[in-house]
């Protein structure tokens, strides 16, 4: 049971452009939502996370928004770089049984120059 | 500020055969998780580790064991392993642990082979 899904599992854009990437859960236990990205043969590195109480968290070029009705969260880089090009996870948590990372699939975000 | 430290980076191992892994959380974090990653998958949960104590356990045989030492230094240990077991193994640490709003930090990786 996929409790944390990504959809698309890749997305192309024009440097300068938004990239948007989307995440949908359904365990409305989860109470924080992190986004990290991840390069070929390394870890995964946090970029921003968001608490339930909240529906937008920004740090620089990186906004993420969340619906909680919806049971959905996205990601938005503006204005996307080449160097953004990599693996975007998204993850939940909640408390008690909850509590561990759950990850999402993944998606594959491309960056043309 | 040293970062989580995974070894091996690689390694190969044949059918049957066990394999440890050991990680090293950012110091003064108290809280190791571990993670596999196959292709298409994304991130499993293996386990966590906190204080010395396995607090959460994922969906895994019972062939994936863990433990962590007093210095918080974790070891992940699968035995009689299988093709399938082939994966990146990544481990993350964080301040206070998993169900409070800190994030985790991740290791690069151990890439077992299963041959």
């Known amino acids: 049971d996929q409790q944390v899904k990504q959809n698309s599992p890749s997305l192309s854009v024009q440097e300068g452009r938004i990239s948007i990437l989307n995440c949908d859960y359904t365990n409305s236990m989860f109470d924080y939502f992190l986004w990290y990205k991840k390069y070929p043969a390394e870890g995964p590195t946090f970029l921003i996370s968001i608490s339930s109480i909240k529906d937008k968290n920004e740090d620089g070029r990186f906004t993420v928004f969340l619906n909680k009705s919806a049971k959905h969260l996205s990601l938005h880089i503006v204005p996307s770089q080449p160097g953004d090009s990599a693996v975007y996870f998204c993850?939940?948590?909640?408390?008690?049984?909850?509590?561990?990372?759950?990850f999402g699939k993944g998606i594959t975000l491309s960056v043309r120059p | 500020k040293a970062g989580v430290t995974q070894t091996p980076r690689y390694l190969i191992k044949t059918r049957g055969q066990q394999v440890t892994l050991s990680c090293s959380p950012i110091?003064?974090?108290?809280?190791v998780s571990w993670y596999q990653q196959t292709p298409g998958q994304g991130l499993q949960f293996l386990f966590e580790?906190?204080?010395?104590?396995?607090?959460n356990k994922g969906n895994f045989p019972g062939r994936f064991s863990g433990r962590q030492f007093s210095n918080s230094r974790s070891e992940m240990n699968v035995s009689t392993l299988e093709l399938g077991d082939s994966a990146l193994y990544l481990c993350?640490?964080?301040?206070?642990?998993?169900?409070?709003?800190?994030?985790?930090?991740f290791g690069q990786g151990t890439r077992l082979t299963v041959v």
């Open positions: 580790y906190f204080s010395e104590t396995q607090r």
């Open positions: 993850a939940a948590r909640g408390t008690g049984a909850n509590s561990k990372l759950t």
């Open positions: 993350a640490s964080s301040l206070l642990g998993q169900g409070l709003n800190t994030e985790a930090f």
């Open positions: 110091s003064g974090h108290r809280s």
